[in-house]
């Protein structure tokens, strides 16, 4: 198993997962950015994953990026700097083979919150809270949260957190369907977990074709979406594990997986 500085990477059964961990805060510079890319890179080369779990060791799940860390970069570095963990790793996430889940305690700040919200779920415990202190500490706007928080929960709600800086607690972000659901601080890793091998037991070409199929319909317009999605059922509908999912449907036995 490959050795990481900013992070821990674990297999277990199905599942991976990714736990930052560079105390005291997991703040986010360029060693922890190529940590979990190339930490994702193994999980979704990995034939074994079929989910990945993404979360955070000490207080938090991180602190967001290390402002010390920024301190000796002009606008060309920042620029360069947040293309890098902004747009590769948001894009690197949603072209992933496998569905991911980030399971929050504590405090997410800033770019954890991009690290979360790119996630297809977010499993949060109930001392969990979101900020996106920008605007406060940095006088500029928090980079994709923008778009990410307007997707989520709408333009005014996202306002109030961009431009005052103020954190959201984990049962208000669950009841704006910011996060998928909120557990106990000490049961979060047991309903992660669980939660992993239920989507885990599942065809991995299904989820494969799904995922896939849920992000590029995000942003099409309707009249685009049925011909798209009546092309991904036809392919699914083809494969191995669709036969075997109606087969053992029918003889009332579970599935076998052969993934294609």
Request: with cysteine; hydrophobic share 45%; proline share 5%.
């Amino acid at each position: 198993m490959k050795n990481f500085n900013t992070l821990k990477y674990t297999v277990t059964g199905n599942v991976a997962e990714i736990t930052l961990d560079r105390p005291p805060a997991n703040l986010i510079d360029y060693d922890l950015t190529y940590d979990y890319l190339a930490a994702l890179d193994l999980a979704d080369n990995d034939e074994n994953v079929r989910v990945i779990i993404l979360s955070g060791n000490g207080k938090g799940l991180s602190g967001g990026v290390d402002l010390n860390f920024l301190e000796s970069f002009g606008p060309t570095e920042m620029k360069d700097f947040l293309s890098l963990f902004y747009i590769k790793t948001v894009e690197r996430v949603r072209n992933l083979s496998k569905p991911i889940i980030a399971a929050v305690h504590g405090y997410a700040r800033e770019g954890a919150c991009t690290l979360a919200f790119a996630c297809d779920m977010i499993m949060a415990s109930d001392d969990a809270d979101f900020g996106y202190p920008g605007v406060p500490n940095l006088a500029a706007p928090p980079g994709m949260h923008v778009w990410h928080l307007q997707k989520l929960i709408g333009r005014m709600k996202a306002a109030r957190l961009i431009f005052t800086g103020d954190p959201i607690k984990a049962d208000e972000a669950e009841r704006l369907g910011l996060i998928t659901q909120m557990v106990p601080r000490a049961e979060l890793r047991s309903e992660t977990i669980k939660l992993a091998e239920k989507i885990a037991s599942m065809s991995p070409l299904a989820l494969k074709i799904s995922r896939e199929l849920m992000y590029r319909v995000e942003g099409m317009d309707f009249k685009q979406v049925p011909p798209t999605a009546l092309d991904a059922m036809a392919v699914a509908f083809g494969s191995e594990d669709s036969r075997e999912a109606r087969k053992a449907f029918i003889e009332k036995r579970k599935p076998v997986w052969k993934g294609r």
